[in-house]
């Protein structure tokens, strides 16, 4: 699954031309590196997403093309 995609369905951004934007800002990094809107996440994958208000690193536990809302929480597992 894409990064913007599953930014998106995890409900960790609201909406995916708000993840495209972050990725287009160097803001998403994944396993230290930067990533283009469409790089790859997979299960395991440490995803950070600069915030002006601080920075959130997670873990990839999940991906899922839908989920429903109460379940989203399960698809990462917030690190720092």
Known sequence: MRIDKFLKVSRILKRRTVAREACDGGKVIINGKEVKPSH??????????????GVLKFRVKLVKETVKKDEAAQMYEITE
Request: hydrophobic fraction near 30%; charge should be negative.
């Open 40 to 53: 790859p996440v997979k299960e395991g994958d440490t995803v950070e997403i600069d915030y002006a208000s």
